[in-house]
């Protein structure tokens, strides 16, 4: 991040953006921040009485309800005002249904959808919550987490250290099977201005269609429209 030149504001700017991603412990603040503790905690605290912080059950600290506020006064939330048109057309490119999912505490939540109009479908409804652990969007939204994240993102996965590896380097990730039974999916990350992960673009449907190699097949479209979307919200 390009500093303003107002040391104060750039620091606090600094741990909203880290928060973007998802709750934090102090500790993964000062990680991702570079802040020193003392400096860290003291701007989160203060930046939670004027509700821009929370923390969660688990005592992390987490975007709080006054970005929420700004954001509806703000107009829509602009990930989804830009997820309509890209999702129909990939939906219309892979004939398959597509999604857009964003972490929400430890789901995944569908908060954009364009279901194939005919046949059978893997219908994810807007507003869906999904486990974090199995299905190529949730290998999406955890493969590029910092260490501790990932490791208790691993925990109990459907995935593996190894595969998460490979979606990083690839850019996009696939799953056989792995959410439901007989279910595929193909998914790509879609980044903040700042560069962070902070969706996943999803096509999904039945195997018999997309195969037992669904990236093959579909990875590029996929991309495509992750990367259209995360070029959208730059502008």
Not at 179 to 206: H, M, Q
Request: hydrophobic content about 45%; proline content about 4%; some cysteine.
């Amino acid at each position: 991040m390009r500093s303003s030149g107002v040391g104060v504001l750039d620091k606090a700017a600094y741990i909203l953006d880290c928060l973007e991603a998802g709750p934090a412990t102090l500790s993964q603040l000062v990680k991702a921040t570079g802040l020193a503790r003392p400096t860290a905690h003291r701007l989160a605290v203060a930046l939670a009485h004027h509700r821009f912080v929370a923390r969660d059950i688990q005592g992390r600290f987490m975007l709080g309800p006054r970005m929420g506020e700004l954001a509806s006064a703000a107009g829509e939330d602009r990930l989804i005002a830009a997820s309509g048109p890209i999702l129909n057309n990939l939906r219309n490119v892979a004939g398959e249904s597509a999604q857009v999912f964003r972490r929400q505490g430890d789901w995944r939540v569908c908060v954009a959808s364009a279901e194939r109009p005919i046949g059978l479908r893997d219908t994810i409804p807007v507003g869906t919550q999904l486990s974090m652990k199995a299905g190529s969007a949730a290998q999406i939204l955890v493969a590029w987490e910092d260490h501790s994240r990932l490791v208790e993102g691993l925990r109990n996965a459907r995935f593996s250290a190894t595969m998460l590896a490979a979606v990083r380097r690839r850019g996009w990730a696939q799953s056989i099977g792995e959410r439901e039974r007989g279910t595929a999916s193909v998914s790509a990350p879609v980044r903040s201005p700042s560069g962070k992960v902070i969706a996943a673009v999803s096509i999904s449907g039945p195997i018999e269609r997309l195969t037992r190699q669904p990236g093959r097949l579909y990875a590029e479209v996929v991309c495509d429209a992750a990367s259209q979307l995360t070029e959208a919200l730059r502008n």
